[in-house]
């Protein structure tokens, strides 16, 4: 027996130091890929000198980065190069001339909080295991409300504008036809819904996954800028259907273009429609008294939406769907009364436990990056990056008006510029005959110049075609770490990459 018990003695020993080493190896190679991710990304990838990408097509790439999953693990040092690799090949997004999509930059004390975030691991659905992320977020979310214009509401952190958008748009069904939670659309008469041509395509996506159907999303037409035209919207409405949704943009995709709110406001109160206003792209000039007035009648919303990991920088994903119902009407459309999360008695107010207003059950603490970068830097912050951005925005343009070889698409009111490079074969022609019909081959000029940016690696800017428009350029000004110098070296990049055509 006493051999026996020396034998298990010495095995726990064993497997005790087995998990201490294992432990401190986990530590260690933590610690050595952080100074990996600060030295290539961080460092590095901010450094305007530095490659935006490395760009491999995608057979090199799998080459080079061995996905293949094994039957055994790695060694210490082949992990810090799969690290290291990740970061090399990957785009950086946090480069000053990464200009490709309506977030870019980075915030440190933003990525402080999503460090942070990731480290604690917890889900945001009760006070029992997020007492302090439950409390952030109605704080976060009160905050931004009072932006809107809203003394009282309600509101919830969503895994995007799109799931944003989509939340909005089952709390009006709900609101409109609140049977529709246990009877289905059986219950339901046929519903329509109303975004502009250039409103954001998630508004077919919620249609087609709540069941509405996207023949029931009717497109209103906008005017040259990229407004909804209200006359259009007023003669939409006389459809075979009930008009219960309409979606506003403020801040589209492509122009960045405003649509007149308060007009459309007048619209929804006079045919008893819930208006919704997707606000992810614009929503920050709240921020700025000087530019605020493009969301004038925002506060005549039923919701809106609100992405602060773009104009904001607080990094993917941080997206907001705010209500100025008083009702509980999210809590109503969403909850399931799940007894194992949400039992009622409980030794603390259980009206903190949010998680029911959600679709989801586990959700992520997207609240914190917020939180920690507002506390940095204040509200007069960012004010001041907004008003940053608008101000290299008017300088791209104005310097763009000065050399032949720009064309903008339209001047916007925002920090979108729009714009076609014309070729030298093309310049000052004009008033010649066959203008209008070369003019039409410009749209074959951006995709070469945007392969020519990619694999040069200096930058990375975003093309489309748009209502007619051959293949234009957006520019999107967002990166606090920008200057006059990065908006001279753009125009000059791209007048170099197309200098041949």
Known sequence: NKMQNNREQ???KKIKNKKIVVLHNGKLFLTEAFNVIMEEILHKGTDSEEKVCEWKDPD??????????????????????????VARYSVKTCHPRFFNQLFAGVDYHALTGRLL?????????????????????????????????????????????SMSNMYAMNV???????????????????????????????????AAFLGIGTDNVFIVQVDESGSMRPEDLEAKIVQDAVPFFVNATAGTTVQGA????????DISERN????????????????????????????????????PHKMLLAGLQCSVVLFRDTTNLLMHCHSAKATYLFQQDKFYDTSLDT???????????????????????????????????????????????KRDNFKL????????????????????????????????????????????????????????????????????????QLTTKDMDFFLDEIEDLGKDL
Not at 126 to 137: G, K, N, S
Not at 182 to 195: E, N
Request: with cysteine; charged share 25%.
């Open 272 to 307: 008893g429609m819930w208006m919704h206003v997707d606000a992810a792209w614009g929503g920050s000039v709240l921020f700025s008294k000087k530019h605020k007035h493009l969301v004038a009648g925002i506060e005549r919303a039923n919701s809106v939406t609100w992405n």
């Open 117 to 161: 975030t990731e480290t604690l691991n917890t889900s945001q659905y009760t006070y029992e295991v997020a007492p302090v992320f439950v409390l952030m977020e109605e704080e976060v979310l009160c905050k931004l409300r009072s932006l809107v214009g809203w003394s009282e509401g309600d509101g919830i952190f969503c895994p995007g504008g």
């Open 409 to 480: 698409v339209c001047k916007g009111p925002f920090v979108n510029v729009c714009f076609w490079f014309i070729p030298p074969s093309l310049r000052r022609k004009e008033n010649s005959a066959d203008y209008q019909e070369s003019l039409s081959k410009v749209g074959s000029v951006a995709p070469v110049i945007k392969e020519r940016m990619i694999k040069r690696g200096t930058m990375m800017v975003g093309y489309q075609p748009m209502d007619g428009h051959v293949n234009f350029f957006r520019m999107v000004v967002v990166s606090p």
């Open 60 to 85: 090199q790439l799998r080459a080079l980065l061995d996905l293949d999953l094994r039957e055994h693990g790695e060694s210490h040092k082949q992990l810090l190069q799969r690290v290291r690799d």
């Open 258 to 265: 405003f649509d007149p709110l308060n007009r459309i406001a």
């Open 172 to 206: 009006a069904r709900y609101w409109a036809f609140p049977q529709v939670k246990t009877q289905g659309l059986w219950a339901t008469p046929r519903m329509a819904i109303f975004t502009s041509q250039q409103g954001h395509y998630s508004m077919k996506k919620a």
């Open 10 to 12: 010495n095995e726990a």
């Open 355 to 401: 998680g029911d207003k959600s679709i989801q059950c586990g959700r992520k603490v997207d609240c914190l990056k917020l939180w920690l970068m507002w506390k940095a830097i204040g509200t007069h912050g960012l004010s001041e990056r907004v008003e940053k951005a608008f101000a290299l925005a008017r300088y791209l343009v104005e310097e763009m008006e």
